[in-house]
């Protein structure tokens, strides 16, 4: 059977809505999270950071502290390895502890591990940290003029990454173009604000080290962690508990797990640290805000011919994943519409600022927000109507991007198509009252990245299944990170599909480094296709014992025999059953544990070109969003009526997660389209890092969310599978943009969207219209 | 964080507040809902030795119609005490509407109508509302009690004409002829946020004269104030549109605000202009129940 036929049959348990794993659990606020464990002799650690946002350290002087009652230690980086880290292997830039000076206001001094929080914030006072403030590099778009401070002394012009690519033939395609068209555009620094703040259990029994960790990968964590204290990967053991939400911000070291890792050796007790909301905001590594020029060159039809990309992304002062973001931002560009002629060039600058990382959709939503809006002037300009210049431009299946990734999969036109028809758009273009206005964008998103953070040759994912001894059920060990995104319920599933199992009596064992097997965790939307390919294998492993067992008892052949939702039955003779339970309790009586395992790797992808592996995938999803804002003309409100959004992500193990999935991005998208900026006075220190003036949206502020789906399969993935979760956070800016100008013809050029700005572009359209008159 | 430690009285009755506060002087600090300084305690931007909450005092919670006299509310009413009270449902749900705007459903549960006012956030909500129905402030010390017009209260930011060892018991309402009475919040999200511009409103109409207006503004000066030149463009002339932008304009010529992280000064200033005129045309045609419970920003 060719796994087309098999994507068109009836599933037993994957393609349903069933209910969470850990639904009742989290619901009923039974579940833990890293914060609400508490262990024997456990003491409290916190992190001194700097005040200043450049300074050099002239002395730190922790005595006062140390005699402080309750305090049990207090480090600085002569008590720790001075060996860099960070998550790109190119860039290694930080340190435990700052060494010689600090580089942002929040950057990592000292720490302490006393018997209770309030005795940590005493002695942090107690530590007298004498600094010489230094001249701050806080604009991006100056940190690479001459006679600039450096953040870091070994990179020139303060340039951390510099990508610099160009395919096709970009002089022709200008040439001959029938329109050219440049805009500039201005993003904004955004932070992903999971709910739960960051927070590490660090103990030590017999030379090993035990973390529990609110991690988007163990792995990683495990990696790095052994590296840094030159200890053996097996040593160290993370574990995750319950995560509330990371959205790229908890998958790099904190720095919490090596300052409690040092505490705990120390003090020979576990230590809990842990960021405050504000503390969370410092440590960052949220989205890059990017300044965006593009230079796009098109037929008459608007026909995408050629197109240039001019970034400067402002990094902050340390690399984090920026390496990433930054080739990101235009590697994924070209995805979504077809073209062959394409020019990348990008600056990623250090700042005095805190680093900037990966926050879902990674580098790529800034950019696609100032590609959509570009887009839609030059349907302006040649008088095509939105919607249809995208449909002319759609990706289509089976194609290769000018920077070499191959697309299998793609229904972006489908997508076009259907999200124009839910939303009524030939009904309501250009026929709304005023100040209502319809708009659209398209995204899409890798699956996985086709290559591992640092260079490996291990398997991307792997999984085990055990069914227990008695047959009843069966847990799955993996290394998948649910971090609140529902991982852990459509592993379930897929484990129990592949087996011809039942979904209810699954239980899973995630996320720890020594229990299950390995796989690099949550990001970059890999999990349901990689992490679920190696649980599918797993199952077909189990499938593969169960029926030989089963054949033995039943006197039949192997190939007469199946099983589904824990039933095993003949093929050719209804008449013959036997359960799941039985077979497997005969299994373990016989042949011993009955296990099967499995690994996914994925093939060889991309260019050959420097950079050509960021932005690889085995499968990319796709997808189209039309939304319709009301905008209060004398106050610049904006009013997110509807939002209609058609996803092309191949096969859905679970379509009300999935629908949850594109509600959430579009609660990030629409935060940061219209409110979410973190901001900072001219000492380079956050003024709102806290939850009533980082405005994310309220339930109040969400609109109508229709989720659509467009029925795709996707062959690199198992059964069809295809990713959402970041790729939906993609379109949601240049969307709402889109719909501004619709309502009220004016295009606002940097993000956020806010009331004030839409009230200022209205009032300067009105003062030049009184102007020419 | 954390809460630092401090010495804890409930005191029964107002006369021993008064008399602690005395013994105590400025080291002391009464707790009645205690949202915003349980918040500050634990940043450590204020620090007090002694907190005196006033939960033992059920005399100064709720609300009462006493005849001749007014809605009385009692400083210790919550929140949502104003926004479920029958009396104001019927007599002023213009305050049970701005009540309901403010924050989140928990805060609404514990802050009460006295600490929103003794704290004296230029931004805070009940005080425009209370402003522009007249209310009047009962404030008892050690030497008794004496009133004073909520509108001349406030003295500057977090400050009041409240003397150290005095506390608020009561804010009333006296009976009024009002026609229809308002209060807008122009806030940067629908929940959860805090005010860049508050605009309320009272106006006594006969026929179609406006006999009497009075409007308070919020977070736009120093404290909240009146708008008195644009309540005097209004007062003996004949409702009409442009009546009402005209009184935008002066009121958003008589504010002072300043440019934040929430909202420039120019963008302030021309919101006063527009809430003004949206929460008189509200106070005017829909009597004391805005309605703006259910739709965007008094439109």
């Known amino acids: 059977m060719s796994e087309n036929t098999i994507h068109n049959n009836d599933y037993a348990v994957i393609g349903k809505s069933v209910p969470r794993i850990d639904g009742r659990e989290k619901v009923t606020g039974a579940a833990k999270y890293t914060g609400d464990l508490?262990?024997?002799?456990?003491?409290y650690g916190k992190i001194l950071?700097?005040?200043?946002?450049?300074?050099?350290?002239?002395?730190?002087?922790?005595?006062?502290a140390e005699k402080l009652a309750g305090v049990k230690a207090v480090i600085t980086h002569k008590d720790v390895p001075s060996l860099k880290y960070g998550i790109s292997p190119a860039r290694w830039d930080e340190n435990i502890f700052c060494i010689d000076k600090v580089r942002f206001v929040g950057d990592k001094v000292a720490a302490v591990a006393c018997i209770d929080e309030e005795t940590c914030y005493k002695a942090l006072k107690l530590i007298k940290v004498e600094y010489e403030v230094l001249p701050a590099v806080l604009d991006p778009l100056t940190a690479m003029d001459e006679g600039q401070p450096l953040v870091h002394e070994e990179y020139e012009r303060n340039i951390n990454t510099e990508i610099h690519q160009e395919f096709g033939d970009m002089e022709n395609a200008f040439k001959n173009a029938h329109h050219?068209?440049?805009?500039?555009?201005?993003?904004?620094?955004?932070?992903?604000?999971?709910?739960?703040?960051?927070?590490?259990?660090?103990?030590?029994?017999?030379?090993?080290?035990?973390?529990y960790s609110s991690t988007q990968s163990p792995h990683y964590f495990q990696y790095y962690i052994a590296r840094?204290?030159?200890?053996?990967?097996?040593?160290?053991?993370?574990?995750?508990?319950?995560?509330?939400?990371?959205?790229?911000?908890?998958?790099?070291?904190?720095?919490?797990?090596?300052?409690?890792?040092?505490?705990?050796?120390?003090?020979?007790?576990?230590?809990?640290?842990?960021?405050?909301?504000?503390?969370?905001?410092?440590?960052?590594?949220?989205?890059?805000?990017?300044?965006?020029?593009?230079?796009?060159?098109?037929?008459?039809?608007?026909?995408?011919?050629?197109?240039h990309t001019n970034f400067i992304m402002d990094g902050g002062a340390y690399t984090s994943l920026?390496?990433?973001?930054?080739?990101?931002?235009?590697?994924?560009?070209?995805?979504?519409?077809?073209?062959?002629?394409?020019?990348?060039?990008?600056?990623?600058?250090?700042?005095?600022?805190?680093?900037?990382?990966?926050?879902?959709?990674?580098?790529?939503?800034?950019?696609?927000?100032?590609?959509?809006?570009?887009?839609?002037?030059?349907?302006?300009?040649?008088?095509?109507?939105?919607?249809?210049?995208?449909?002319?431009?759609?990706?289509?299946?089976?194609?290769?991007?000018?920077?070499?990734?191959?697309?299998?999969?793609?229904?972006?036109?489908?997508?076009?198509?259907?999200?124009g028809a839910m939303s009524g758009w030939a009904e309501k273009k250009g026929k709304l009252p005023k100040g209502r206005g319809i708009g659209v964008a398209t995204g899409s998103f890798v699956s996985g990245a086709g290559y591992p953070i640092y260079r490996t040759n291990l398997p991307h994912a792997s999984a085990m299944i055990k069914v227990h001894e008695d047959g009843t059920a069966a847990t799955l060990y993996t290394g998948a990170v649910d971090i609140g995104q529902g991982s852990d319920t459509v592993l379930s599933q897929m484990a129990a599909e592949a087996m011809g199992f039942v979904y209810e009596q699954m239980k899973i064992v995630a996320a720890d480094t020594e229990t299950t097997p390995h796989d690099f965790g949550a990001y970059a939307s890999r999990q349901t296709l990689m992490s679920g390919a190696a649980v599918k294998q797993a199952g077909e492993e189990v499938k593969r014992q169960l029926l030989d067992m089963a054949a033995s008892?039943?006197?039949?052949?192997?190939?007469?025999?199946?099983?589904?939702?824990?039933?095993?039955?003949?093929?050719?003779?209804?008449?013959?059953?036997?359960?799941?339970?039985?077979?497997?309790?005969?299994?373990?009586?016989?042949?011993?544990?009955l296990v099967g395992k499995g690994s996914y790797t994925p093939p060889k992808l991309g260019g050959k070109f420097k950079g050509a592996a960021v932005g690889?995938?085995?499968?990319?999803?796709?997808?189209?969003?039309?939304?319709?804002?009301?905008?209060?003309?004398?106050?610049?409100?904006?009013?997110?009526?509807?939002?209609?959004?058609?996803?092309?992500?191949?096969?859905?193990?679970?379509?009300?997660?999935?629908?949850?999935?594109?509600?959430?991005?579009?609660?990030?998208?629409?935060?940061?389209?219209?409110?979410?900026?973190?901001?900072?006075?001219?000492?380079?220190?956050?003024?709102?890092?806290?939850?009533?003036?980082?405005?994310?949206?309220?339930?109040?502020?969400?609109?109508?969310?229709?989720?659509?789906?467009?029925?795709?399969?996707?062959?690199?993935?198992?059964?069809?599978?295809?990713?959402?979760?970041e790729g939906s956070t993609n379109p949601t800016m240049g969307c709402f943009a889109n719909a501004i100008y619709d309502a009220m013809g004016v295009r606002i050029n940097s993000l956020p969207l806010t009331y004030e700005k839409v009230w200022r572009a209205l009032k300067e359209k009105r003062e030049k219209e009184q102007a020419q008159k | 964080m954390y809460t630092p430690d401090f010495d804890y009285y409930a005191p029964q009755t107002v006369q021993e507040v008064c008399s602690l506060l005395t013994q105590f002087g400025s080291k002391a600090k009464i707790l009645s809902g205690g949202t915003d300084l349980m918040v500050k305690l634990k940043h450590g931007t204020i620090d007090y030795e002694v907190l005196i909450s006033l939960k033992e005092l059920n005399e100064l919670k709720g609300i009462t119609y006493q005849e001749g006299k007014g809605v009385v509310v009692g400083a210790r009413t919550t929140h949502n005490d104003l926004v479920n009270s029958d009396i104001l449902n019927e007599k002023y749900l213009s305050i049970s509407e701005a009540a309901h705007h403010m924050a989140g459903n928990q805060i609404r549960n514990i802050g009460t109508i006295g600490g929103n006012i003794v704290n004296a956030v230029p931004s805070a909500d009940l005080p425009p509302i209370f402003i522009a129905l007249g209310a009047i402030v009962t404030i008892l010390g050690p030497e008794g009690e004496r009133t004073v017009p909520l509108e001349d209260f406030f003295t500057g930011p977090g400050k009041t004409v409240l003397a150290q060892n005095e506390i608020v018991t009561y804010i009333t309402i006296p009976d009024q002829p009002t026609t229809g009475s308002n209060y807008i919040k122009f806030g940067l999200r629908r929940s959860g946020a805090l005010a860049v511009v508050g605009v309320a409103s009272s106006v006594t109409m006969e026929g179609n004269i406006i006999k009497d207006a009075r409007i308070a503004l919020g977070?736009?000066?120093?404290?909240?104030?009146?708008?008195?030149?644009?309540?005097?463009?209004?007062?003996?002339?004949?409702?009409?549109?442009?009546?009402?932008?005209?009184?935008?304009?002066?009121?958003?010529?008589?504010?002072?605000?300043?440019?934040?992280?929430?909202?420039?000064?120019?963008?302030r200033r021309d919101m006063v202009r527009v809430f003004t005129k949206r929460s008189l045309k509200a106070s005017i045609t829909k009597g004391h129940s805005g309605e703006h419970l259910e739709t965007e920003h008094g439109k």
């Open chain 1, 228 to 307: 840094e204290f030159g200890m053996k990967m097996g040593d160290v053991r993370i574990l995750k508990t319950y995560v509330g939400g990371g959205f790229g911000g908890k998958l790099e070291p904190t720095g919490l797990e090596f300052a409690g890792a040092v505490l705990a050796k120390n003090t020979g007790r576990p230590v809990k640290m842990f960021y405050d909301r504000a503390e969370m905001f410092a440590h960052n590594r949220g989205r890059h805000a990017q300044y965006m020029e593009i230079t796009s060159a098109v037929d008459k039809d608007g026909k995408i011919l050629g197109c």
């Open chain 1, 38 to 43: 508490k262990f024997p002799n456990m003491l």
């Open chain 2, 219 to 267: 977070a736009v000066a120093p404290v909240p104030m009146r708008a008195k030149n644009a309540e005097a463009a209004l007062i003996g002339k004949e409702y009409t549109d442009e009546l009402l932008e005209q009184a935008g304009v002066a009121a958003s010529q008589e504010c002072s605000p300043i440019s934040d992280i929430r909202g420039s000064a120019e963008y």
């Open chain 1, 553 to 593: 008892m039943l006197q039949r052949p192997v190939y007469d025999l199946d099983v589904k939702a824990g039933e095993i039955f003949s093929i050719s003779d209804s008449s013959v059953s036997l359960s799941f339970s039985d077979a497997a309790r005969e299994f373990f009586v016989r042949r011993g544990p």
């Open chain 1, 322 to 419: 920026g390496i990433a973001s930054a080739y990101y931002a235009g590697a994924l560009l070209p995805l979504t519409y077809e073209f062959d002629n394409y020019k990348f060039d990008m600056f990623r600058v250090y700042t005095n600022l805190p680093a900037c990382g990966a926050q879902r959709g990674h580098g790529a939503p800034q950019p696609k927000y100032a590609f959509e809006c570009h887009l839609d002037e030059i349907a302006r300009d040649l008088n095509i109507d939105p919607l249809e210049i995208r449909i002319r431009n759609a990706r289509r299946p089976n194609t290769v991007t000018p920077n070499d990734f191959g697309i299998n999969s793609c229904e972006i036109k489908s997508c076009l198509e259907r999200a």
């Open chain 1, 616 to 725: 690889t995938s085995p499968a990319y999803s796709f997808c189209a969003q039309v939304s319709e804002v009301q905008i209060d003309e004398e106050t610049g409100v904006i009013d997110v009526l509807d939002v209609w959004d058609v996803h092309d992500c191949g096969m859905v193990i679970n379509p009300g997660l999935l629908h949850g999935q594109v509600h959430g991005a579009l609660f990030m998208g629409l935060g940061e389209s219209i409110w979410e900026q973190v901001l900072f006075d001219d000492k380079g220190k956050i003024v709102n890092a806290n939850l009533a003036e980082y405005r994310l949206p309220t339930a109040l502020d969400m609109p109508k969310v229709h989720s659509g789906l467009i029925d795709s399969y996707e062959p690199a993935g198992p059964w069809g599978v295809k990713e959402v979760g």
């Open chain 1, 180 to 211: 050219i068209r440049k805009d500039r555009f201005v993003g904004q620094r955004t932070y992903q604000s999971p709910i739960e703040p960051h927070s590490a259990i660090s103990m030590w029994q017999d030379g090993k080290l035990t973390i």
């Open chain 1, 49 to 64: 950071t700097s005040p200043h946002a450049h300074a050099r350290i002239l002395s730190i002087d922790t005595s006062e």
